[in-house]
């Protein structure tokens, strides 16, 4: 398993403003996640952050909205740009161990509101 | 769009009561299925992952079962405390594309009531 940190844990911020949020892993790891849940949904796949290129976006994401960086195998950035009410959401990082079926572990998440 | 549903979506039980929830997938292209363990304010916690058509885990009062060929697993908690109170997540990963790649459900909120 890996133990993974966010920060901010929580965050209320002005709507146009934008947030980072930071992903610190204690190993290095090949792949590293962003997920988001709306309240009321699911967990869904923002991008895969990869070390040394672009993210990879899921569809409906787009790089502009959510800029990820990447500098290294245990550190990772996400920002809600340029952030609306409906961004509100729990923001939580992963990371995939290679092992049984790819098993992902999560960091404890960041919760924001936008006002 | 894959659709990974779970029920029931909330649900109360009594502490000392058993009770089990239902996660369904489509069983085309299937490579796993996650069963994570989700408090407030804490890391989602994996318990879970079944690779084969009829595994059982179990794990203390929980344990899973999997049926690939109809596409659904069975949570169960047997004997409820209330520090099992949370969301329980299914996540589906699949053969084609990333396999790391995972379809998270909506989840099952649990409360165990002293």
């Known amino acids: 398993s890996a133990v993974i940190s966010q920060k901010p844990s929580r965050d209320i911020c002005q709507r146009g403003t934008s947030l980072t949020i930071q992903c610190q892993v204690d190993s290095q790891v090949t792949m590293m996640f962003w997920y988001r849940q709306q309240p009321g949904q699911s967990l869904t796949l923002i991008a895969t952050a990869n070390q040394g290129s672009e993210a990879t976006y899921e569809s409906g994401f787009v790089i502009d909205k959510f800029p990820i960086s990447r500098p290294n195998l245990t550190f990772s950035t996400l920002t809600v740009s340029n952030m609306s009410p409906e961004d509100s959401s729990i923001y939580l990082c992963s990371v995939g161990i290679a092992g049984v079926a790819d098993t992902q572990y999560f960091g404890p998440g960041t919760r924001l509101t936008v006002l | ?114």
Request: with cysteine.
């Open chain 2, 1 to 114: 769009i894959l659709n990974v549903e779970q029920s029931p979506q909330s649900l109360h039980v009594q502490e000392g009561d058993s009770t089990n929830f239902t996660c369904s997938f489509p069983s085309s292209n299937f490579y796993a299925l996650h069963w994570y363990r989700w408090e407030t304010a804490k890391s989602p916690e994996a318990l879970f992952v079944m690779t084969l058509n009829g595994d059982e885990k179990k794990k203390g009062r929980i344990s899973a079962t999997l049926n690939t060929k109809e596409g659904y697993s069975y949570l169960y908690i047997k004997g409820s405390q209330p520090e099992d109170s949370a969301t329980y997540l299914c996540a589906l990963g699949l053969s084609s594309g990333s396999a790391r790649q995972l379809t998270f459900g909506s989840g099952t909120q649990l409360t165990v009531l002293p």
